[in-house]
C-alpha cells in the first residue's frame, strides 16, 4: 500500500524557518517533489529531488531560501524553509513519482500525493 504522509507544518513569524517531512512508503519512488496551494488557486511547484543521485531543482521564488533533502535509507522527504514570508503561507503537498526525465516540475508527473500540512507565515 502507498503512502505518503507529510507533517511539520505550523505558524511561525516572517523571517522564521520550518522543517517539513515527507515519508513515503509502498513503491520505489524515482523521484519527489514539494508543492504549495492557497485557496483559489493551482498548485504550485516548490521544489523537487531525484531518488538517485540527488538532483534538485526548484522554483524561482524560494530558491535561496528552502532546501529539498531526501534520506533513502528512511524513506523520507525534508523541506528546510528558511526566511519565510507572509506569501509563502499554503497547505504544502508532497508527492512521489516514478518516470524518467529531469527536471520533474508538473503536477502530472507526480503519481502519488499526501494530505497537505498547513505553513502560515505571520507579518
Known amino acids: 500500500q502507498v503512502q505518503v504522509v507529510e507533517s511539520g507544518g505550523g505558524l511561525v513569524q516572517a523571517g522564521g524557518s520550518l522543517r517539513l517531512s515527507c515519508a513515503a512508503s509502498?513503491?520505489?519512488?524515482?523521484?519527489y517533489a514539494w508543492f504549495r496551494q492557497t485557496p483559489g488557486k493551482e498548485r504550485e511547484f516548490v521544489s523537487s529531488?531525484?531518488?538517485?543521485?540527488?538532483?534538485?531543482y526548484y522554483e524561482e521564488s524560494v530558491k535561496g531560501r528552502f532546501t529539498i533533502s531526501r534520506d533513502n535509507g528512511a524513506n523520507t522527504i525534508y523541506l528546510q524553509l528558511n526566511s519565510l514570508k507572509p506569501e509563502d503561507t499554503a497547505v504544502y503537498y508532497c508527492?512521489?513519482?516514478?518516470?524518467?526525465?529531469?527536471?520533474?516540475?508538473?503536477?502530472?508527473?507526480?503519481?502519488?500525493w499526501g494530505q497537505g500540512t498547513q505553513v502560515t507565515v505571520s507579518s
Open positions: 529531488i531525484r531518488r538517485n543521485g540527488g538532483n534538485t
Open positions: 508527492a512521489a513519482g516514478y518516470g524518467g526525465g529531469w527536471p520533474l516540475f508538473k503536477t502530472y508527473e507526480f503519481a502519488y
Open positions: 509502498g513503491f520505489s519512488f524515482t523521484s
